[in-house]
């Protein structure tokens, strides 16, 4: 259980390894998926896509600010429903910026291998 | 605002860009690093068919891709994989890992596995999950849970 019970844990949110017995599929939802796959593309586990990712709310907050409430109602609305989704993660993810590390852009085969397994639990999603 | 990925730790950026025979050779055999330090293993039909002989290297499957994670312990009489190898005892451990794959480079391979005991969390967990055991005794029912933040 995590914090006040306000958060509903679903099969998403966790992975078991039990001491012994089968082995457990893991839910492409959770935030370890990639991570625990491909620890030489994400050696410090970075974490890859959940469905709470919001876009950078800077030009909504500050519309905020003079809205009446019918609008903020709206513009409420508007920002829950307008969260980063899975293809647009994983594209993000793929380019290549300065300031990441090299390991997922140099990673060769291991790299492709990684852009098959993106492209397959986008395709499901 | 995402998160940009950290810097590349030093020995593996290394093995990554240097032209020497080593890191070159480590470059071809990263999937197959990866496969032996990787917590989970996959679930997938390879085509094999296309994967062998000199052309290219490429990646194919057929149907459905998933991930699954393995129980904590091995079974008696097979050797651990994936994450067990982080719960089995360390001195073994290198043992272990050169038996799985004796293709790799073992100067690469503790690099690669130092790393991991060095900056992975995940690893930390499976390390805390061992010293348990270890002091309540193998007869416990342990459960490991990684649970999103």
Redesign the interface.
Known sequence: MVGDGSKVINRHDVVVAQQTGPFQRISDLHVGYMALHYPLLFPYSEDGWHPNISFNGVVLQDVDADLDEDHAKESEHHRKHHNVTMAEFYGYRLQHRDTDGIALLRGNRLRQQYIVDDYAIVIIA | ?????????QE??VL??NKEKSAVKF??Q??M??SV???????AKVDESITRGTRP?????QGE?????????H?KGQRPQF?QLYIHDIESEHQNRHVVMPLFDPTTFDQ?LN??YN????VKMFKM?RDM?ATKGAS??????????
């Open positions: 605002m995402l998160l940009s990925l950290l810097a590349t730790p593996l950026e990554l860009t470059s071809d990263i999937h690093y990866n330090l990787a917590f989970t293993s996959l679930g290297y490429s990646f194919r499957i891709l998933y991930h699954k994670i393995r129980s904590l312990c079974a994450a690669l790393m991991m900056i992975n969390p995940y999950a055991m416990t029912d342990l459960k490991l849970g990684l649970i999103a933040s």
